[in-house]
Every structure is written in C-alpha cells, then in structure tokens.
Antibody
Framework: QVQLKESGPGLVQPTQTLSLTCTVS????????VSWVQQPPGKGLEWMGRIRSDGDTYYNSALKSRLSISRDTSKSQVFLKMNSLKTEDTAIYYC???????????WGQGVMVTVSS | DVVLTQTPPTLSATIGQSVSISCRSS???????????LHWLLQRPGQSPQLLIY???RLESGVPNRFSGSGSGTDFTLKISGVEAEDLGVYYC?????????FGAGTKLELK
C-alpha cells in the first residue's frame, strides 16, 4: 500500500541547515509529484514546495531562497534541505503525495523539528 | 498569493447535526482548463491531514458519503450531513489553481 515516511533530526540550531528525507513505498516517484508541507505548533498548514514526477521543482516564493527539494528515484526518497534556519521554522514537516489536480491523497506521519540553540 | 478565508473558525455540533463550512477565495479558482482545483482536508487531533473532497465535490475513496462539497468561482462549502464523533478535528480547504498552493486557516469542529 501507499506509504510516506519522513525522517530527520528533531533539533537543529538556528542558522544551520535542515535536512529531511521522505521515503515512499507503494508508488513511483516518476508517476506522482511529492510536496512538502509545514505546520508550526498549534497552527495551520503551509505548502513549501514540490518535486514533480519529471523531476522539476517548484517552491513557495516565501521560502524559495532557502529551500531545495531533490530526489533519488532508485531509493524512492525525496529530500528537503532548508538553510538559515530560524526559531520560527519550528514545525511539523509533512511529505505528501500530490495527485496532480486531485489533491494530496496520502500523507506521511510528519516529523517534528525544533529550531533552538 | 490566493487567500482562502474559512468560516466559521470554530464550529460546535452535536452528534447527528448537519453542519457547513465556508471557504471563500480572493480570486476565482476556475482554471483556464475548466477545472476548479479546490479540495478539502480533515486533520484529526494528533494525526496527519486526510483528503476528503477533491475538485470541489468529488468524494475521495473511502470517505463516508455524509461529506459533500459544492461551490464554484470563489465560494465553496463543505457539508457534513449528520456529524459523527470521528469527524471532530480541523478542516482545511486548499487550492491548486494558482501557484503556490494555499490553505485556508482551518475550521475546528468540536462537540457541543
């Protein structure tokens, strides 16, 4: 069945770079887009960016200068890197399958990242 | 960016009651290809979001048919016909017509 699972450090220092991995199963990264979504504690959802099935990327302009999304199709993994972290980047980070034009149909469990010294 | 305004922010309901949530967009969500990319999600407490409705009114597989979506242009509604305990949580609308994707701020459904 379709699954997505995020992994990464729970704590990152301000100004450092966050690296997260989304490992997927049950579908091919060459057939579906994958998006990353951020949710600060107790707040709503913000779309960060996505990697398309053809490998092209698109980022939220608010994060574009700090964000990079890539993938390794042989390992069924999608990577998020965000630099110059701030305390306000403390959030749960989700990866989600982006079923083009038809919504985010599968979500990972999320990974909580705290930015603090 | 497109702003989605959800009302009400909080909704109190009894089991069996029918409720509606509104999502209004700052721009028309009708794409030039004729589709309207407005979807609804539910996030239960402590869980990841779950897709309920896509393309305004299409019920996601496995979602109970007490959920329904309607609307066009800039005004959209999610209706729950007979709230059940498992429906409690935060509902979000999300649009994909105009880049970037944007979400509404959410509507929290509570038990009265």
């Amino acid at each position: 069945q379709v699954q997505l699972k995020e992994s990464g450090p729970g704590l990152v220092q301000p100004t450092q770079t966050l690296s997260l991995t989304c490992t997927v199963s049950g579908f091919s990264l060459t057939s579906y887009h994958v998006s990353w979504v951020q949710q600060p504690p107790g707040k709503g959802l913000e779309w960060m960016g996505r990697i398309r099935s053809d490998g092209d990327t698109y980022y939220n302009s608010a994060l574009k200068s700090r964000l990079s999304i890539s993938r390794d199709t042989s390992k069924s993994q999608v990577f998020l890197k965000m630099n110059s972290l701030k305390t306000e980047d403390t959030a749960i980070y989700y990866c989600t399958r982006d079923r083009v034009g038809a919504g985010f149909d599968y979500w990972g469990q999320g990974v909580m990242v705290t930015v603090s010294s | 960016d497109v702003v989605l305004t959800q009302t009400p922010p909080t909704l109190s309901a009894t089991i069996g009651q029918s409720v509606s949530i509104s999502c209004r967009s700052s721009q028309s969500l009708l794409h030039s290809n004729g589709n309207t990319y407005l979807h609804w999600l539910l996030q239960r407490p402590g869980q990841s979001p779950q897709l309920l409705i896509y393309l305004v009114s299409r019920l996601e597989s496995g979602v109970p048919n007490r959920f329904s979506g309607s609307g066009s242009g800039t005004d959209f509604t999610l209706k729950i016909s007979g709230v059940e305990a498992e429906d409690l949580g935060v509902y979000y609308c999300v649009q994909g017509t105009h880049a970037p994707y944007t979400f509404g701020a959410g509507t929290k459904l509570e038990l009265k």
